[in-house]
């Protein structure tokens, strides 16, 4: 049974003995978040790497559902890890310079206390005598472990999915306790189409008659039949649609023969019945039941500022992360979380990565060249790695493909300037910010509050590996997340000609910047204009507008004079406008609307 | 138990009896697809309306699975059918004028031979006996009982969900006896994560204990726990994630009391657990397993070309609707039934209608506004309505927001010169065509091949109510569904401006046309040229360019040079060009590229 077909994310997963695993028992009763307690609980773990003298480089892992302790191998000889991809030495959670920790959560079945644990009051298992948890005790319980382990502060916290949700929960309650943290594939609390899955899941293992009310340990059978189709529903949604119709579509009346009493007339079939029927191998139905319920009372908020108010302490500096094609913690969800941030004036990262992996993805290959970069970058930036030299190596690259000017420029000429028109140490947002050429700038200069909004995923990569804060989304769609003159200054470098929604963009910049500063190209520059009326032809010039009609980025064209009659129509004050001419690298005072070809302006509402 | 939050497509169905039900017993044994037969066989239809005398009216409508016979309500003391929404006197489907059929489908369990049925060979009901069935011996059924009702050609046909693919499979294998096929929400097979859904469904049952293999009519207890679990698990698949979210966010924490032993902590769980104890009450876990599996079996190919061989017979006119948030039956699947149809010449009509209330969107009253005058428009015009008469009436409007001209332009005078350099009976494709208004001058023309491609859903509606017949389709996606050189002439009109990617949408349409027509503003106009010469300004001019710089819909600015040079840089052959100036009305020779605001070119490659 070593077919592609079946290999998941954690199909591989057996239920052997966790080799490295050490465990820390806790006298003091564990009171619960939804009242009652739990004594003499255990905490399963494992760990990676080093603690460093100072006790500065602790990472914490907390894992979803089905995981456990064994987040990688130990070496080679040892079983594979459920994030092996991520967690190792050389690797994005690079356990040669992180000291990682995976427990197992509370109510798991991998060792630490969960309902196949003895309950003390019984000497039987708790079975369905285990009380109700929610995040809350896990995270409590991950607490309580690090004290063990005598470390204060961590530099992150990781997780994905439910993972995530622990993550969140840390930053809720012990934000003192974190620099930063990171939360995949996650969201503030399930969508009601998750919980639904999650309730059916839930009662094919109610219903189970082997499930006797949960006290089926001593029984001849557990509720396999249950557990395998809640599993095999869960797998359903950890897949996409595109996923699942590359997996099955080439033969999907040709079955894999699998050992199992499952329905198997269609290839996806008998790859959920043997994904079902593994799962039972290492799982405990009640452990599931527990957990997923865990899972659904988790909820930080239905509004935003409910969530705001949730994430307010502290000042964790967070990395968020969701994958294009999930459909069961969307992307839509993880951009919630990062509006929430972005409302309380939290350092935040988001990257909303393509991917046609659904939710799965962070487990799997196919992503990683995103994923690892951005998770390396930002935990070498929080641990003080490289933020400063990366300024300055990369200061020269422009990616941004709606520059006006040639490949060739070693630096845009308008950032000179538009450096020079902020305030020392303002706090700035740049709109459209590429692979943060500018921020970096400002970031040397020592302005502390700076935010990059970028659409491209391999821009906002290179801003999170240059230690900068980024947003990654379209403009167009708003920036409602943003409060009312949230920042001292907001640029929009080169962007608005390429921006569908002139006027929506124009408003949001000015709402939520004091000063806002625009630049443009200036479509009335001579040469532009001669083009056009003495040849009859839509203008290039060299620099400025090189691009062909048929394919330019550019879809707005105006001159400074229109934007001059814009800003008056619209009421809105133009504090200084700076007019350059690129080509003779110089500012241009006689009649600009003619001599520039380009234009800065410094506005505000 | 009367709350909104319960009510659903189809939750207030019942089990009571069906008092307009007829039946039909056929003696001729059912030879069915999958080997095997069944004898003695039962249809129980109901009929509205009135057949005419030619017997031209009739309207077969296919139910889905868990449908029956009573599509609608027969009078005001009836009880609800499952589609009282489009069924009725002056409805989408207005039994006033059609004779509108709709018998309970083969496997079911509301009155035709399904496997609650009593085996003639045991005298016991079939259960595990039932054979497998298929779409197939659906339609055979349904074949057979026409011809007892002596209907020698449908109307049209009409089905959603599976009951579209029942309408496919007509097609199929009885083009010869349909002027029409309606299909909505449906595909040409599932998709891999729709049949996944299925196995799960089915697996729920089939463990469950009371399933005794299927032979559960004389026991004490019928499969209800599993079957309930299979409709919930269904439930969630027909409902959007956004109209989950409205349904249940509000208040998530409260369920509502329902009769049930299913999960009821959430407020979603109690609907679900609702609809899936209502659902036991009127529906047979064997009908369930074997129109699920048969809904799974269908299959009119893998690829593009076996699904437009399966469709090649006869020359049935098609109307595809699909919901843009409908997941179990993406519009991705009926485009690719609509691009099969394209492939083979047929006439077919596609609107993806706005909504957000998934799959179940065609049973619902959200859409209805779309929906209803997408059927009653295209069976009107089908029946020969209104056709003729839609054109000259609504000659005059113009919808286009990418028009250059005034809206008080009765008509656009680049349509008169497109009109004249259109061949008599050519064949014509019109990309981006508006509410039809060429393509309507076209058919007034007696033209016969005549299809239009339209982005603006109420533009779509518009073009089907008229009788034309369109497809609903960003042309920056492309044109792949037609062939090389499909139509003597691609019409496209004041659109390219307004198109993202200029070189693919003009490579696409020089290979689909023998001859193109491209009619377009001309940006070097004299008008134009000065006002940016000598203003300094983004021109605008009354007619041509009316637009403000920052909301233009224009995106591509260029000259009748500028389009000279592309077609020479791209081998592009230019048989002729009109020039206008539609200010003065008349037509320009001298400088054209100077002189005239719109240009007309013939071209081809």
Not at 217 to 223: C, F, I
């Amino acid at each position: 049974m070593n077919d592609e077909l079946f290999e998941s994310s954690d199909s591989v997963r057996s239920a052997e003995p966790l080799k490295y695993a050490r465990s820390v028992d806790f006298d003091e009763p564990l009171e619960l978040d939804q009242g009652g307690e739990l004594s003499n609980v255990t905490v399963v773990y494992e760990t990676y790497g080093r603690l460093n003298d100072d006790k500065s480089n602790a990472v914490l892992i907390c894992h979803a559902l089905s995981g456990d302790s064994h987040v990688a191998r130990h070496d080679e000889a040892d079983s594979p890890g459920w994030w092996d991809l991520a967690v190792g030495p050389g690797k994005a959670i690079d356990t040669d310079k992180y000291f990682v920790i995976c427990p197992n959560i509370l109510g798991g079945c991998r060792g630490t206390t969960g309902p196949n644990s003895i309950n003390p009051d019984t000497n039987t298992p708790y079975g369905a005598d285990f009380p109700t948890i929610t995040i809350a005790d896990m995270v409590e319980l991950q607490r309580r472990l690090l004290d063990r382990l005598g470390i204060e502060k961590l530099l992150a916290v990781v997780g994905g999915s439910m993972g995530g949700h622990q993550v969140l929960h840390w930053a809720v309650r012990f934000a003192y306790r974190l620099r930063g943290a990171i939360v995949i594939a996650t969201s503030a609390r399930l969508s009601s189409q998750a919980l639904a899955f999650d309730v059916v899941a839930r009662n094919a293992i109610l219903h189970d008659p082997d499930f006797r009310g949960g006290q089926y340990y001593d029984a001849k059978a557990a509720p396999n039949a249950g557990l395998a189709i809640a599993r095999m529903l869960g797998h359903i949604t950890y897949l996409s649609h595109e996923a699942m119709a590359r997996k099955f579509e080439a033969d999907r009346l040709q079955p894999r023969e699998a050992p199992t009493e499952f329905e198997k007339k269609f290839s996806v079939g008998s790859y959920l019945a043997y994904q079902g029927a593994k799962f039972v191998e290492r799982f405990d139905a009640n452990s599931y039941l527990a957990l997923s319920m865990a899972m659904d009372l988790f909820d930080l908020g239905k509004t935003g500022r409910e969530l705001s108010k949730a994430l307010a302490d502290g000042r964790v500096r967070w990395l968020v992360m969701s994958f294009s094609s999930d459909w069961l913690f969307s992307p839509r969800e993880s951009r919630q979380i990062v509006d929430a941030l972005i409302k309380t004036d939290k350092p935040v990262s988001y990257c909303n990565v393509t991917s046609d992996c659904g939710h799965d993805a962070f487990l799997l290959p196919g992503d990683l060249e995103s994923y690892d970069p951005l998770i390396s970058g930002f935990l070498d930036n929080l641990s003080g790695g490289r933020a400063e030299a990366a300024t300055v190596d990369e200061a020269g690259q422009d990616r941004s493909h709606t520059s006006i000017f040639h490949p060739e420029h070693p630096q845009r000429l308008d950032y000179d300037r538009i450096l020079e028109l902020i305030a020392p140490s303002a706090s700035v947002l740049d709109l459209g910010c590429g692979d943060g050429e500018l921020l970096g700038l400002l970031q040397h200069r020592g302005h502390e509050r700076i935010m990059g909004v970028e659409l491209d995923e391999k821009a906002v990569i290179a801003c999170v590996q240059r230690g900068l804060d980024v947003v990654h989304a379209d403009l167009n769609d708003g920036l409602a997340a943003f409060a009312d003159k949230q920042f001292d200054t907001v640029v929009l470098s080169q962007t608005l000609q390429a921006v569908r929604d002139v006027e929506g963009v124009m408003d949001d910049m000015l709402r939520v910047g004091r000063q806002c500063i625009v630049s443009f190209p200036n479509f009335a520059y001579h040469k532009l204009r001669k083009m056009l009326y003495e040849q009859g032809k839509a203008p290039e010039a060299p620099g400025v507008l090189h691009y062909r009609w048929f394919d330019t980025p550019n879809i707005r064209f105006f001159s400074i004079a229109d934007f001059h009659g814009f800003c008056r129509h619209r009421k809105i004050t133009v504090h200084r406008s700076v007019a350059l001419d690129t080509e003779a690298r110089q500012e241009v005072t006689d009649d600009p609307n003619l001599n520039a070809d380009l234009a800065i302006f410094v506005i505000s509402r």
